[in-house]
């Protein structure tokens, strides 16, 4: 039950048909790291800049969503749309 880490990248996109009119889209590269830092490396390559979000996955189940070495709320209140565009479960 180890946690790994991956890189997502957010993207912000305008709908025409949607009453709030912008939607956020993650994308990871499936890459798969046993350690915070190796994501964080692996993502300032990737993405030639800091502006990614690291996700902490354990079986299979996003258990946090942050930024660098933090983690935001630790509610969980945006796991749920975080995890299903990435196709993961939500730790429960």
Do not use: C
Not at 16 to 33: A, C, L, N, P, Q
């Amino acid at each position: 039950m180890s946690a790994v880490y991956l890189t997502v990248k957010g993207s912000m996109y305008h709908l025409d048909s949607d009453k709030h009119g912008w939607e956020i889209v993650y994308s990871t590269t499936g890459r798969e790291f046993k350690d915070r830092q190796a994501a964080i490396d692996d993502g300032l390559v990737t993405y030639r800049s800091d502006d990614f979000n690291i996700a902490t996955v354990v079986d299979g189940a996003l258990v946090a969503f942050g930024w660098q070495h933090q983690d935001f709320s630790t509610d969980g209140a945006n796991l749920p749309d975080v995890a299903a565009k990435l196709g993961l479960q939500v730790a429960s």
